[in-house]
């Protein structure tokens, strides 16, 4: 199934990563197409007020990272959270990812905000602690890079909680068949963590700077993920397209009704 996913790139690399690495909605194409080659992106870059046109229709829109808080009020937030409240009302497919994640939950009435407990950085773990059906696999922990000292602290109203940890107790969440969010970063890859780390290294205590850069070691689940956000999309996808066939079906026995 041919996918088309809208991605609302959130940040910019850091100068001193622009060299070695790709941006981070390219991140997303890569990530992706190690999955599933029938898929179509574009890629929207945020900050600087770039946005698809109005009539351009895709199948899913996620926002990636970013360095910014989600409840700050810098011009291009606040037309991001009003953006994604119209494509949540007008019923479009979501997906975010650490700020995207935390964006989504705020837009849609949970609450995000500077954590307690810090920085969390490095390989993380995580325990499933839902499992929907159109989950393809029955794992129940999954391991990701982070970069983060934001939270999600209370989730949207009718969201389910799918992930968690001690550290981040709301670490992914759907809201039916429109909303899929986790905060790890599965586009991430080690040495692009080892680069951010040692870039950011200032801004940690030496000993969680240590422990994240001994993490590096552990298995990152990034193409797990991958694969979950595409389910989900499909799944969605399937279930519009089978719901506006059946009411094709009802308008047409109307119409005969009528005649």
């Not at 550290?167 to 039916?176: D, I, K, R, S």
């Not at 969680?208 to 193409?223: I, R, T, V």
């Amino acid at each position: 199934m041919s996918l088309r996913i809208c991605i609302l790139e959130s940040d910019d690399l850091h100068p001193a990563m622009q060299d070695t690495f790709i941006g981070f909605g390219q991140m997303f194409k890569q990530l992706f197409s190690s999955q599933d080659a029938e898929l179509d992106y574009q890629v929207f870059n945020v900050v600087r007020g770039e946005y698809p046109p109005a009539a351009q229709q895709f199948d899913a829109y996620l926002v990636t990272g970013s360095k910014a808080d989600s409840f700050a009020n810098d011009p291009w937030i606040v037309t991001l959270r009003a953006y994604l409240r119209e494509r949540f009302s007008q019923g479009d497919v979501l997906l975010g990812i650490c700020f995207g994640h935390q964006i989504l939950a705020l837009v849609l009435g949970g609450i995000t905000q500077r954590s307690s407990k810090g920085w969390g950085i490095g390989v993380h773990r995580y325990r499933l602690e839902h499992k929907p059906q159109w989950l393809p696999d029955s794992v129940d922990e999954f391991q990701l890079l982070i970069s983060h000292r934001d939270q999600v602290t209370a989730l949207p109203e009718g969201a389910q909680l799918l992930a968690s940890s001690e550290f981040c107790e709301n670490a992914a969440f759907m809201l039916g068949q429109q909303v899929l969010c986790f905060q790890g970063h599965p586009e991430f890859t080690h040495e692009f963590s080892r680069t951010l780390l040692g870039i950011r290294q200032a801004m940690y205590c030496p000993e969680e700077y240590q422990a994240a850069c001994q993490s590096l070691a552990q298995q990152h689940d990034g193409q797990v993920i991958a694969q979950w956000m595409l389910c989900f999309v499909r799944t969605a996808k399937r279930s519009r397209t089978a719901t506006a066939a059946e009411q094709a079906v009802i308008a047409q026995r109307d119409d005969l009704c009528s005649a």
